[in-house]
C-alpha cells in the first residue's frame, strides 16, 4: 500500500509539475557556474504600474536554472524565515506563514492600517515587525513647510507585535524627522511622500534599522523608545566617510568583525538605485565614519527606477536584484537590458545571472536552502 501510494504520489507530482512549469515566467539563465552558493533563488515575477506583465507568480530556482517551483499568487516580499517561507499576500493586505509544502500556518494583519508591501519581518521570539503607508492631511508646520493644505501627506510608519498579536511597537517618520529631509518628493505636489519606508532589519545590537528611499538615507531606530540613534545618508547624515547612494532599497546588516564587539567594524549591503550598483560599507558606529569596501555593478546597461536587493551569501557571495531593470528604462521607456539578477563571487566575478522577459521584474530576489522536499503532494497528511 506505502508503494502503491508512492507511486501515485510521484506521477500526480509529475503531471503537476508538467502543467505549472509550462506556464512559467519567461526566465533565461545566462550564467551558471560551479562558484554558487547552496540554496535556491526566491522571486515573485510581474509587472509594474508603468508596464503591466503577466500575472505575478511565486517563484523557485536552482543553481542550474531550472523552475523547481511555482504558483500564481499576488504575493510580495517572498523569502525564507526562520522554518518558514513568508510572503506579503497584496490582495488582503496580510503577512503569511507557510510551511515546507506551503499550507498556510499563520497571518497577520497591521492593527488600525492595512499592511503595506515593502517588508515583512519574522523573529524567532515570535515578534513581527512590518511597514505601514499613512495617507494624512498635511500638519500646520507641513504646511508652513511648503506643503499645500488641500494635499495628501504619506507617512511611513513601522509596527510590531508580539507573538500574541498585541502591537508594541509603533513609530511614525513625520513625528521624528522633518518633512524638509526629502530628497526626491516634492513638497509642492498633491500627494507628498517625504521619507518611502522600503526595509527593516535589526543592527547587531537590535535596534531597528529602516530605509528611506525618498530621503536617500538610512534610520537607525532605539527598539525600546523609538529615538533616532543616527542617520546615514541624506541631508543630515551623522557618518562622515565615502558612502553615498540615493532611491536606495534593501538596507541589512551582514558581518560583525569577530575582533569587534561595539560596532567598530560592522558591514551592511544596501542596493543603491541611483548607482546601479549592490554596495557593501563599512560602518564604524564610534567614529561615525562609513566607508564603501565593494561594489557590485554589471556590465551590461543597468536602470534601476525602483525596488532591487542585495544579499550576503554563506559563501561569502553577494546576490543582486537589478529591480525593475527588465520592466521600464529611462523616461518609463524599454528596458535597456532584460537582466534580473546576478550572483557575484565575493570579489566581484558573475557566478550566476538571469534575465526575465516579458516585461516582467522582482520585487527582490533571495536565496535561501529550501525548507523541505516541497514538491511531494502532502497525501499522507
Known amino acids: 500500500m506505502i508503494i502503491r501510494v508512492t507511486i501515485f504520489s510521484l506521477l500526480l507530482w509529475l503531471a503537476w509539475a508538467g502543467a505549472a512549469l509550462a506556464q512559467s515566467p519567461v526566465i533565461t539563465v545566462t550564467i551558471t557556474s560551479a562558484d554558487t552558493a547552496p540554496g535556491e533563488f526566491f522571486l515573485t515575477p510581474a509587472g509594474s504600474p508603468f508596464r503591466f506583465a503577466s500575472t505575478r507568480t511565486a517563484v523557485l530556482i536552482n543553481n542550474h536554472g531550472t523552475v523547481t517551483w511555482q504558483q500564481e499568487h499576488e504575493w510580495i516580499d517572498f523569502k525564507r524565515q526562520l522554518n518558514f517561507y513568508t510572503v506579503i499576500d497584496l490582495v488582503n493586505a496580510r503577512a503569511l506563514a507557510m510551511d515546507g509544502r506551503f499550507s498556510v500556518v499563520d497571518e497577520w494583519q497591521a492593527v488600525g492600517y492595512n499592511i503595506d508591501v515593502h517588508e515583512f519581518q519574522l523573529l524567532p521570539n515570535g515578534d513581527v515587525w512590518y511597514l505601514i503607508y499613512n495617507p494624512r492631511a498635511p500638519t500646520p508646520a507641513e504646511i508652513s513647510a511648503g506643503v499645500a493644505p488641500t494635499a495628501t501627506v504619506i507617512s511611513s510608519m513601522v ?10 511597537f509603533e513609530w511614525t517618520d513625520l513625528d521624528h524627522l522633518p518633512i524638509t529631509g526629502t530628497l526626491i518628493a516634492d513638497l509642492g505636489e498633491s500627494f507628498v511622500d517625504a521619507y518611502h519606508a522600503n526595509s527593516i532589519d535589526f543592527d547587531f545590537d537590535g535596534h531597528v534599522l529602516v530605509s528611506f528611499r525618498n530621503s536617500c538615507s538610512v534610520v537607525k531606530i532605539n527598539r525600546f523608545t523609538g529615538a533616532v540613534i ?3 545618508g541624506g541631508i543630515d547624515s551623522d557618518f562622515t566617510g565615502n558612502v553615498n547612494f540615493c532611491t536606495q532599497h534593501d538596507f541589512r546588516p551582514a558581518t560583525l568583525s569577530r575582533f569587534s564587539n561595539n560596532l567598530e567594524q560592522a558591514y551592511y549591503t544596501v542596493f543603491d538605485n541611483t548607482g546601479a550598483r549592490g554596495l557593501k560599507i563599512e560602518l564604524n558606529q564610534v567614529s561615525m565614519v562609513a566607508t564603501e569596501t565593494m561594489a557590485y555593478t554589471n556590465n551590461l546597461p543597468i536602470y534601476a527606477f525602483a525596488t532591487g536587493s542585495t544579499q550576503e551569501l554563506e559563501n561569502g557571495n553577494v546576490l543582486v ?8 528604462g529611462p523616461d518609463f521607456g524599454e528596458p535597456v537590458s532584460r537582466v534580473a539578477f546576478t550572483e557575484f563571487t565575493a ?3 558573475k557566478a550566476f545571472e538571469a534575465e526575465i522577459g516579458s516585461y516582467d521584474f522582482s520585487y527582490r530576489v533571495y536565496k535561501f536552502k529550501p525548507l523541505s522536499i516541497y514538491w511531494l503532494p502532502a497525501l499522507w497528511k
Open 159 to 168: 509596527q510590531a507585535q508580539d507573538a500574541e498579536k498585541n502591537v508594541f
Open 230 to 232: 543616527w542617520r546615514l
Open 321 to 328: 536584484s537589478w529591480g525593475t531593470n527588465p520592466n521600464l
Open 347 to 349: 570579489d566581484g566575478r
